[in-house]
């Protein structure tokens, strides 16, 4: 679990709800640090939420941890934004429980957790050594994640939602 706290279903479910609408799931595919030569990209689980609110933003991180953060302003007249990000493994426990409440964003969460699931750590952090195969898989998800998120659909003809 990712708090001690124990949350109602409906907490839940509203979280779900705010994920769906204000949030992404994302496979992040960073590239190697140049002070680190000869490594591969890393892949990462990063579940993100955005708001104004500041007053969401702290229930949401007193109940369900992760860490918040600022944007800055995109103008003197815009407000300030409010970020929320849970990363890999408590990623993946988090999307877990969330998932049966998941509408829009249900196939994001149930790729990213058997990516998650399925990563092998044979090495280091910063990815040396992690064989080709290896590599190809975790870029196949990553993809797959991509193409999710700008509206692919497995079930609808033609695999994209009309826009």
């Given amino acids: ?9 409906t907490d839940w479910a509203y979280m779900a709800g ?18 680190y ?5 890393r892949y990462v689980v990063d579940v993100k939420i955005g708001m104004t609110d500041k007053r969401a933003m702290y229930w949401i991180k007193d109940n369900f941890g992760g860490c918040l953060y600022t944007s800055r302003k995109a103008s003197k007249s815009s407000r300030e934004m409010f970020g929320w990000q849970i990363r890999a493994n408590k990623a993946c426990d988090f999307l877990k429980r969330l998932s049966p409440y998941l509408k829009t964003k249900a196939l994001q969460a149930e790729l990213a957790i058997t990516f998650q699931s399925t990563l092998i750590r044979k ?3 910063k990815g040396d050594g992690i064989q080709p195969e290896e590599l190809a898989k975790r870029d196949a998800f990553y993809e797959m994640n991509k193409m999710l998120n700008h509206g ?12």
Wanted: aromatic share 8%; no cysteine; glycine share 10%.
């Fill in 1 to 9: 679990m990712i708090v001690e706290k124990v949350l109602a279903e």
């Fill in 152 to 163: 692919y659909d497995p079930e609808t003809e033609g695999g994209y939602y009309d826009r």
């Fill in 18 to 35: 705010i994920v769906d609408g204000e949030g992404s799931i994302v496979i992040h595919k960073t590239r190697p640090q140049k002070k």
């Fill in 123 to 125: 090495t280091g952090w």
């Fill in 37 to 41: 030569q000869n490594k591969t990209h």
